[in-house]
């Protein structure tokens, strides 16, 4: 059933919903998305691995964790076509660009900024302290997850928006990210 995500058509061009296909805005919601899903999953894994509440996120303003929504952002450009391919395939595929991702943000965090948010230079078979196998291998889990199922549900809610709400919002939410990324 989330097969007819990647291959619906419009006969019509009055008849495509809001943000059909792949084009800047589902992009972006699916950024804005990924950002938030992000943050609940980095939060999550803090309190599992320390026992106490710790609120991870990436920007001044919000719940945002913009590692999460450019890999979300990423492996839907990369692995969209690839949606008959194998588990493996998507599982292998979104562990190199989720893990490539995660480095090329750390190296332009620190090049850039002169800070560093993650170091992972005491875990075994680490690049650099900027990602590591296991890591990619979570990368890949949160990639197969995401075009098997997430993906098809994101994009069809995202759709399900009204066209002139759907433009309102989405330059709102734009203004409202760029301030946040350029204050943080």
């Known amino acids: 059933k989330n097969l007819e ?7 019509n061009k009055e008849d495509k919903p809001f943000a059909f296909g792949l084009n800047f805005t589902k992009l972006f919601w699916l950024f ?6 992000g943050t609940i999953l ?6 599992a691995e320390y026992g106490h509440f710790e609120y991870r996120v990436g920007l001044v303003y919000g719940p945002f964790i913009p590692v999460y929504g450019g890999g979300a952002v ?16 998507i599982y292998i595929a979104s562990g190199i660009i989720g ?3 995660e480095f090329f943000c750390s190296y332009f965090q620190e090049m850039f900024f002169g800070t560093v948010s993650w170091d992972y230079s005491d875990t075994l078979f ?9 890591f990619a291998l979570i990368w890949g889990f949160l990639g197969l997850i995401w075009v098997r199922y997430l993906y098809p549900l994101c994009s069809k809610m995202i759709e399900k928006i009204p066209k002139k709400i759907g433009n309102l919002a ?7 990210m760029l301030f946040d990324s350029f204050m943080t």
Do not use: C, P, Q
Not at 32 to 37: P, T
Not at 42 to 47: I, K
Not at 170 to 176: D, E, K, N, Q
């Open 42 to 47: 980095e939060t999550g894994w803090a309190f």
């Open 170 to 176: 989405t330059i709102a939410l734009v203004v409202f």
């Open 126 to 134: 680490n690049l650099d302290g900027r990602t590591n196998l296991m």
């Open 5 to 11: 995500e990647y291959e619906r058509v419009y006969e």
């Open 74 to 89: 990423l492996i839907t450009l990369g692995l969209y076509k690839l949606y008959k391919a194998s588990d493996i395939i």
């Open 32 to 37: 804005v998305i990924g950002s938030l899903f």
């Open 99 to 101: 893990a490539g991702f």
